[in-house]
């Protein structure tokens, strides 16, 4: 496998393996918000038609990564926002029912549970120290649930579910399936049209690598008619490059996901970089991530076994694979005891609801893991 360390920054003294709280920036992204930075010093140097193709490359770049059409990808903020617009769209009525997961990411439960105050029904998946079973799932859908959101990737255990089982439930019993994918979009494998998903939404700082407040949503075309659209990008209508003959008497928005872009798409302080960042996930490829990090994900879960630890997600090979571990010693305060010492020791990792949770990527190596290894007696 290539040394992909050289093509990001030197960490020194620090061993990261943290890319699920913030992913790295390889060096041609540096160069690009460097360029960006250039830019904004010197606006005369800014053609006006990259306000409009810039964010067309991202958005091409993302389709191919999760295996979507083009038109099907709206450039949002973060997970938060993409998860508002179908909220907000759907318009859900007084008695329409909810499921989500108490743990998942709150991107993808306040905005549910603020749906009460409309009248709508929340039904809540309580923690399971084991991953979502379908039948379990099913017992929480009645004729009026109306949408299904959960997480790819668990932040807080790394455990993964099965996106295919749970979207043909939500399917029969007539709902909606919602996916963030935070965790898991460039780490792991995706082709979404195989899949019966019909949103999935992204923040792209961690396993895209990209700059904080930078995202995407994908939407099924077939949902696009579903969704009210309550606040106009004028970046997105037909005709809005032309300055000199707006359409303002009858304007025309796209039967795209575009529409739904966030204000100021063309942020070049933050796409240029995001765009370097998609090409470098789009130039390694997602499979060689996903190979990359199982491996030593694997190793240091067959490890940390052997030395009593009680794992989250790793003690049964047979589930689905995770760019996350995570671990804990005999008690919380063992626990906590260990991530301190780790942080004192420049091993960086997070400490999530009382497990200390390991994410490497490309610029890790055994080495690593075996420094980590050495501190977890």
């Excluded at 007539?174 to 792991?188: C, E, N, R, S, Y």
Aim: charged share 20%; with cysteine; proline share 4%.
């Amino acid at each position: 496998m290539p040394d992909y360390r050289t093509q990001f920054a030197d960490f020194g003294e620090t061993t990261y393996l943290n890319c699920a709280y913030q992913g790295v920036f390889p060096l041609t992204a540096v160069a690009r918000a460097h360029e960006a930075i250039e830019l904004k010093c010197h606006p005369e140097r800014m053609r006006p038609a990259e306000f409009f193709e810039l964010p067309k490359r991202v958005r091409s770049h993302l389709a191919r990564i999760i295996g979507s059409n083009e038109n099907e990808i709206a450039l949002i903020s973060g997970a938060t926002q993409g998860i508002g617009i179908v909220a907000a769209g759907l318009q859900l009525q007084p008695g329409d029912e909810v499921i989500v997961a108490a743990s998942n990411f709150p991107s993808n439960l306040f905005t549910w549970l603020h749906l009460r105050r409309l009248g709508v029904r929340v039904h809540v998946l309580r923690d399971d120290p084991g991953p979502f079973q379908v039948e379990d799932v099913a017992r929480a859908f009645t004729p009026r649930t109306r949408l299904l959101a959960l997480d790819w990737v668990e932040f807080s255990t790394g455990r993964r579910i099965d996106l295919a089982a749970l979207g043909e439930l939500a399917h029969q019993r007539g709902a909606l399936f919602v996916v963030d994918g935070t965790q898991g979009a460039g780490a792991l494998e995706l082709n979404i049209h195989e899949l019966p998903v019909d949103v999935f939404v992204a923040g792209a700082y961690k396993w895209l690598l990209g700059p904080y407040g930078t995202g995407f949503v994908y939407l099924r075309d077939e949902l696009l008619n579903r969704l009210d659209l309550k606040v106009v990008n004028w970046l997105s209508v037909d005709g809005s490059d032309n300055f000199d003959a707006l359409p303002v008497d009858d304007f025309v928005l796209p039967r795209a996901a575009g529409i739904f872009d966030s204000a100021a798409t063309a942020n070049f302080l933050n796409l240029y970089a995001f765009e370097a960042c998609l090409e470098f996930v789009l130039g390694v490829g997602v499979a060689s991530v996903t190979r990359h990090c199982t491996d030593l994900l694997n190793f240091a879960a067959d490890r940390l076994r052997s030395k009593g630890y009680h794992l989250g997600n790793h003690d049964d090979r047979s589930r689905l694979a995770s760019p996350i571990l995570t671990f804990q010693g005999q008690s919380d305060d063992a626990t906590a005891k260990l991530y301190g010492d780790l942080k004192a020791k420049h091993i960086e990792v997070s400490l999530r609801h009382n497990r200390i949770r390991v994410s490497p990527y490309l610029y890790n190596n055994s080495e690593d893991i075996e420094r980590l290894l050495d501190m977890a007696n």
